[in-house]
């Protein structure tokens, strides 16, 4: 579970929230129109219950490696923060901010102030400081790491309330169910986690989640190009999540369960993304990993993989041809007895390896999937459990990848499903 640690992290949460303290430059930005080499983004909505976590992140961030002001390199930081855990009412300003060093002192740079009506999670929004964010810092490369909760392929308020989408009660489609925190209230001592959600409002008949879709994310959102797209996120480590994302970005590196609340090495992350020729996510992956395989207990939880997105189609032709020939299989598979990455009947999230294994695919079509699978997926890691066996799962069969299994799903997310680029691809739901 995170802190604050001292005044300097008390300090660097003060920046984020007003945007003005000693070492903060406010309204900035003339000066930083140039032409840069790289650009780290990081996307942070905290204006949910993560905002003590995410506070944290930036804080880290700071103790890391931070080019110089005049470098050809650059930390960018889009920020969301609720004023306090629990206050969704009060309305906060969005903010950019540039992490440099100025004669060998961190800064803090206020690059913008946004509407406080502005969501982070708003595809519109999105687009707007994006496109900001390429006006100020023209590049030859864009990387992104978004930091936030999730939900992965699945539509926009389903995980949360599938009930309302299966009904079509419109209304509560993107209202938090009655039991908004019924899971962390039934385990109480399980570590925080980024399960779902997005950007948080209170109103008087209260809590709406606003949340993007995976298509508008991956086709609406950025206007650049970029090099690696990384998910500090829940549950996004899935086949469709990197296909959609394959024409965005040449890597994504994201987990197949959840994530607990600590998140990635943000102290590493820039070091890692930045002073080097390439950016090498298979070690931010790799750290991400070793912190919490490194735990005890419930803290011992994580999935991990990076998937090279410009290899995915020798997969896909791949995938066409198992799951048309292994129609009857998938249609009549146990769900029960394939490897899942969910808990609390979160069910939407399968080994994609191990549905096809148990669909009938013989040996050496198996061995072809692991070859498959070996040419997109750089790396990949994951612990023995997450989160124990109370409220969590075994993971005994670990392909990098998770996937939709339609036998354990509904008509309503299929007809979603045919939406996808992957389901596009292979016809998985037919």
């Not at 540039?98 to 595809?123: A, F, H």
């Not at 190009?225 to 994504?252: N, Q, R, S, T």
């Not at 990848?401 to 680029?421: H, I, Q, R, V």
Request: charged share 25%; hydrophobic share 35%; net charge negative.
């Amino acid at each position: 579970m995170r802190c604050f640690k001292n005044n300097v992290l008390a300090i660097v949460a003060l920046l984020v929230i007003a945007g003005c303290d000693i070492g903060c430059t406010c309204g900035g930005g003339k000066d930083r129109i140039k032409e840069y080499e790289s650009v780290m983004i990081l996307y942070s909505d905290g204006y949910n219950d993560l905002m003590s976590y995410l506070k944290e992140d930036i804080f880290d961030l700071t103790k890391g490696w931070v080019p110089d002001k005049k470098s050809d390199k650059a930390i960018v930081v889009i920020s969301s923060l609720a004023a306090a855990r629990g206050n969704y009412s009060t309305p906060t300003k969005p903010s950019m901010l540039q992490i440099y060093k100025n004669k060998g002192q961190v800064q803090v740079d206020t690059l913008r102030y946004y509407s406080e009506t502005m969501k982070l999670s708003d595809p519109d929004d999105m687009k707007i400081i994006l496109n900001d964010l390429d006006e100020l810092f023209k590049a030859k490369h864009y990387g992104a790491v978004m930091s936030s909760h999730a939900s992965g392929w699945v539509p926009e308020g389903y995980y949360r309330n599938p009930d309302a989408f299966e009904s079509g009660n419109t209304y509560m489609m993107r209202r938090a169910s009655a039991d908004f925190e019924r899971e962390r209230l039934e385990y109480p001592d399980d570590p925080a986690v980024k399960s779902f959600g997005g950007t948080y409002r209170k109103d008087e008949s209260g809590i709406v989640a606003y949340e993007i879709d995976l298509p508008e994310l991956a086709h609406q959102c950025f206007p650049f190009h970029l090099d690696y797209l990384i998910f500090d996120a829940c549950l996004m480590g899935g086949v469709e999540v990197a296909y959609e994302l394959k024409d965005l970005a040449d890597y994504v590196v994201f987990s197949q369960a959840e994530i607990l609340a600590d998140g990635l090495d943000y102290i590493k992350l820039s070091s890692r993304l930045l002073d080097s020729d390439s950016p090498d996510v298979v070690s931010v992956a790799d750290d991400f990993f070793e912190q919490y395989q490194n735990k005890t207990d419930l803290y011992r939880s994580a999935t991990i993989s990076a998937v090279d997105c410009r290899k995915l189609d020798a997969l896909s032709t791949l995938c066409s041809e198992l799951f048309g020939k292994y129609r009857e299989g998938l249609d009549n598979i146990n769900a029960s007895r394939v490897q899942g990455y969910f808990r609390y009947n979160h069910h939407w999230y399968y080994d994609l390896k191990d549905i096809l294994a148990k669909a009938g695919a013989d040996e050496a079509e198996l061995k072809a999937i692991d070859a498959a699978l070996g040419e997109c997926i750089i790396y990949k890691n994951a612990t023995e459990s997450f989160m124990g066996t109370s409220s969590g799962f075994e993971i005994k069969v670990f392909s990098g990848l998770s996937m939709y299994l339609p036998a354990n799903g509904s008509a309503y997310l299929d007809n979603f499903y045919k939406t996808l680029a992957w389901n596009k691809a292979t016809k998985l739901v037919d």
